[in-house]
């Protein structure tokens, strides 16, 4: 069992909770939420025991009962949401968006659904920075976004820290690295991993903050295996997921 009293206290969580809901992409149409909500109240996939994250559990008091989580990212954001007096209950693994509307086939489980007392729904989609910017989180989120429209449920892709596609695309950027990034994706159409640590050693790239900030500005994604950068395809944009 997990105590939450001492991680973060009403006010501040309040705070954050608010950031997250002004940053969340909510459809027009909202009618349905109420009718429907109560049909997922329950997990419908069991914890993935290879996970490379931190895999727990604890009792939620606001809930009434056990919440289960796949990484410390995770935990710190459900922590928020147990703690806000905003968030009338969340559920972890809630939804499964079927194969007929993803782009590779397979069924997708977003990571929570929270409902406000206002009577809102959304999806958080719990990633690390840089997976932001992965290809497939890119295409699950878009195409995620678009099936719950119909439930009037909103989606948004967050971290720990509350960092949205909002607050990256407006940040500014080096210039350097992204005029020799840029004009490296230019000429060769991708940059694999021997380009990029080039670029990188050309100008001292600070954080991967950094480089998710260029890569959102300019519709940008990645490949992890292998590591290869290119332009988002048509139809896909970090737009949408910007108010």
Not at 76 to 85: A, I, R, Y
Not at 203 to 225: A, C, G, P, V
Request: charged share 30%.
């Amino acid at each position: 069992r997990m105590n939450f009293l001492n991680k973060e206290d009403e006010k501040s969580s309040n705070v954050k909770f608010v950031k997250i809901f002004n940053d969340t992409i909510f459809p027009k149409d909202q009618s349905m939420v109420t009718s429907q909500i109560n049909g997922f109240k329950e997990r419908v996939r069991d914890i993935n025991k290879y996970s490379k994250g931190k895999i727990g559990n604890y009792y939620s008091q606001k809930c009434k009962k056990n919440i289960f989580y796949e990484s410390e990212e995770e935990l710190k954001v459900f922590n928020l949401l147990e703690k806000s007096t905003m968030v009338s209950w969340y559920q972890e693994q809630p939804i499964r968006i079927p194969k007929e509307y993803m782009f590779n086939g397979f069924n997708y489980v977003p990571d929570v659904l929270v409902f406000t007392n206002e009577n809102k729904g959304f999806v958080l989609e719990i990633k690390n920075i840089l997976d932001y910017v992965l290809n497939e989180t890119v295409k699950k989120g878009i195409c995620a976004k678009k099936y719950l429209e119909k439930f009037g449920i909103g989606y948004q892709i967050t971290n720990s820290r509350l960092i949205s596609f909002k607050d990256l695309y407006a940040e500014k950027i080096d210039k350097k690295f992204e005029e020799i990034f840029l004009n490296t994706l230019d000429k060769n159409n991708y940059i694999n991993y021997e380009m990029f640590l080039q670029i990188k050693n050309k100008t001292e790239l600070s954080s991967s903050i950094s480089l998710t900030k260029i890569m959102i500005q300019n519709d940008l994604s990645f490949e992890r295996y292998p590591f290869i950068i290119k332009k988002l395809e048509k139809g896909f944009s970090y737009k949408q997921f910007i108010k």
